[in-house]
C-alpha cells in the first residue's frame, strides 16, 4: 500500500477532526487530504514522479506535512534532512542522493541555498512562504485544486523514504525505507497501544528523524488523533500542554523526559493528563524513568529502534507489567535474537550483539551495496548493540558494540556506570567513555553536567561510583562541563565530546 492511504482512510473516516494544532492555527484531516492532493497535482505538473528523490528540508510543521504526504501519492522518494545541517553534511547527502528536488523555508537556508541553487541537479527548487529567495520558486504557487490526486500505486519494494544516518564513524549512509517498511510500522506501534478518539499526541520530536515520522507523525494520523505539533521541543510549552490538555499522549526521548522531570522537580503540575508515555531514541536511565513516572503519574514504556527498521523493533508491551531499564520484547512480526561474533545464539542471560527481523527492516542502504551485505548478512539486521535477555524474553540494552570500554582486559559497559551516575543527586547528565592509556589500554572517563543546587566535587562522584561497581569499572577520569552535545532528537553525542583541561582526573 501507500503511506499516504494512512491519511485519506482518517481523512474518510473523520473528516472534521483537527489532525494538527500548531501555534498557527489547526487543520482538519479533510483539509490536510485536500491539501495534499492540490500539491501532488501541482508537483506532478511540474514534472516530479515516481522514485524522484526530493530533499525536504524545514522545521516542524503543517507544510512539512503537506509536502511528505503529496510526495507519498505522487510515488515520488522523500528525504527528509535535519535543517540544522551545515554545508559539508549536506554536500555529501545531496551528492549521494542525487536528489532532484529540494523543498525548504526560506530562513533556513543560509547552508543549503548556495548549494541548491547552483547545483544543476536540482531540477526543481522550491521554499514556503508567498516569496521565494533568488533562485527558488514559491511552493504555494504549485498547489492546484484538481480534486483527488491519483495515489501512486506503491510495491511492497518500492522506497519511499531516504533516512541518511550519522553512524558512529565514516560518513552518513542513506537507508532506503518502503511504503511497506513505513505503513507496516506505524500501524504496527499504534495497534499496540490503547488510545481514545480524543487523545492528543505531543509532538516534541523532529519530524524528519524517523523516530518523530513513525511514532508520532504516522501512526498519530493512522488512529485519527489529533497532533499538537511544535517546530521544536520547548519545555515550557510541553509541560503546560499536559497540564491544560483533557487527554495526552507524549512520545519523547530521554532528554526531554529528563527535563521535565526536572521542571516537575521544581515546581509540580497541578494535573497530568497525560495517558501513557513511550521513550525511544537512546536507553532511558532507569532514575530519570521513576522521577518521570512519580512526578506525573504516568507509565513510561520504553522501546527500542533504529533508521534501519523504520525505527520500532522492540517495546514494552502496552498493558503488561514494564521492566525498567529494559526496552521490552519484539514487536508483533519482528524476532529477535543475540548472538556472538559468528552469529551464533549465546546463553540467555549472556551478552551478546543484538540482531532483528521483520516487516520494517530497510531495503538497503543506497549506493552501498556493500555496507547493505554487512548489514543484513543471514537475512539479520545487525544492531552493533549489545544486549542481554532475561527468563521472560525482555532485552535489555547494554552499550553500543563500538562504545564498549576495555580496560586492562576487563570489559566496561559505559551504559551500566551511567545508570549509577544518575542516581546521584547532583548528576543531571551524563556520558561515560573510554579514553586511551598507555597501560591499561583504556581508562573510564565520565563527563557530565552537575545541577546547580546540589554541590558535588569529581572525588565525591568516584566514591559514590566506586561504592556500587566493581574496582575495575569506576570512572578515573571525572569533569564537569556546561553542556553535551547531542543530536536533535537528544541523544547525547558521545564522539563529538572533548575532555576539557579544566577537572579533576581522581
Not at 522514485?51 to 501519492?73: E, F, H, Q, R
Not at 492546484?144 to 565514516?170: K, M, N, R
Not at 505531543?202 to 494520523?221: C, D, E, K, M, R
Not at 521492566?323 to 535474537?337: D, L, N, T
Request: proline share 8%; hydrophobic share 40%; aromatic share 8%.
Amino acid at each position: 500500500m501507500n503511506l499516504a492511504q494512512l491519511l485519506t482512510d482518517s481523512a474518510a473516516r473523520r473528516p472534521d477532526h483537527p489532525a494538527i494544532i500548531s501555534d498557527h492555527g489547526q487543520v482538519t484531516y479533510s483539509e490536510l487530504d485536500r491539501r495534499t492532493d492540490a500539491l501532488a497535482w501541482g508537483l506532478h505538473q511540474r514534472g516530479l514522479g515516481p522514485g524522484d528523490i526530493t530533499v525536504l528540508m524545514m522545521p516542524n510543521s503543517v507544510a512539512w506535512i503537506t509536502a511528505y504526504y503529496a510526495l507519498a501519492k505522487l510515488g515520488a522518494v522523500v528525504l527528509p534532512v535535519n535543517f540544522l545541517y551545515r554545508t559539508e553534511e549536506l554536500t555529501h547527502i545531496f551528492q549521494d542522493s542525487g536528489a532532484r528536488a529540494f523543498i525548504g523555508r526560506p530562513d533556513h537556508l543560509t547552508y543549503a541555498g548556495p548549494l541548491v541553487v547552483d547545483n544543476p541537479q536540482f531540477h526543481l527548487r522550491l521554499t514556503t512562504g508567498q516569496e521565494a529567495p533568488e533562485g527558488f520558486e514559491s511552493l504555494e504557487d504549485l498547489f492546484l485544486d484538481q480534486g483527488p490526486f491519483p495515489v501512486h500505486e506503491a510495491q511492497d519494494h518500492d522506497p519511499f523514504a531516504i533516512i541518511y544516518t550519522s553512524g558512529t564513524t565514516g560518513l552518513a549512509k542513506g537507508a532506503m525505507l518502503t511504503h511497506h517498511n513505513l505503513a507496516s510500522n506505524a500501524r504496527t506501534v499504534a495497534d499496540m497501544r490503547y488510545t481514545e478518539p480524543h487523545d492528543i499526541c505531543l509532538g516534541v520530536l523532529p519530524l524528519f528523524h524517523i523516530y518523530g515520522q513513525t511514532s508520532t507523525l504516522n501512526a498519530g494520523l493512522y488512529l485519527g488523533l489529533t497532533i499538537r505539533l511544535w517546530e521544536h521541543f520547548e519545555a515550557e510549552a510541553v509541560f503546560l500542554a499536559i497540564q491544560e490538555a483533557e487527554s495526552t499522549i507524549l512520545i519523547a526521548v530521554p532528554t526531554i523526559f529528563n527535563r521535565l522531570a526536572e521542571m516537575a522537580g521544581q515546581s509540580p503540575p497541578a494535573r497530568s493528563s497525560l495517558r501513557f508515555c513511550v521513550s525511544g531514541g537512546a536507553s532511558l536511565p532507569v532514575e530519570v524513568l521513576r522521577r518521570f513516572e512519580k512526578a506525573f503519574g504516568v507509565i513510561i514504556y520504553e522501546g527500542y529502534g533504529l533508521t534501519e527498521c523504520s525505527p520500532v523493533c522492540v517495546e514494552n508491551p502496552y498493558g503488561r507489567p514494564t521492566k525498567p531499564g529494559s526496552i521490552g520484547v519484539p514487536i508483533p512480526g519482528f524476532e529477535a535474537r543475540i548472538v556472538d561474533d559468528q552469529d551464533r545464539d549465546v546463553p540467555l542471560g549472556h551478552v551478546g550483539e543484538l540482531i532483528v527481523q521483520g516487516p520494517g527492516v530497510m531495503k538497503g542502504y543506497l549506493h552501498q551495496p556493500q555496507a547493505t551485505e554487512a548489514a543484513l548478512r543471514g537475512g539479520w539486521l545487525h544492531t552493533g548493540d549489545l544486549a542481554r535477555q532475561d527468563e521472560d524474553g525482555y532485552i535489555y540494552i547494554v552499550d553500543r558494540k563500538k562504545e564498549l570500554i576495555i580496560r586492562g582486559g576487563y570489559n566496561v559497559y559505559p551504559r551500566e556506570i551511567e545508570e549509577v551516575l544518575y542516581g546521584h543527586p547532583a548528576v543531571m547528565e551524563c556520558a561515560v567513555m573510554g579514553v586511551p592509556h598507555p597501560d591499561l589500554g583504556e581508562e573510564v572517563a565520565a563527563v557530565m553536567v552537575r545541577r546547580s543546587d546540589v554541590p558535588a566535587t569529581p572525588e565525591e562522584i568516584r566514591d559514590y561510583v566506586k561504592a556500587r561497581v566493581a574496582p575495575y569499572k569506576y570512572p578515573r577520569i571525572i569533569r564537569f562541563v556546561p553542556e553535551l552535545p547531542k543530536t536533535n532528537t537528544g541523544k547525547i553525542l558521545k564522539r563529538r565530546i572533548q575532555l576539557p583541561e579544566t577537572g579533576a582526573s581522581v
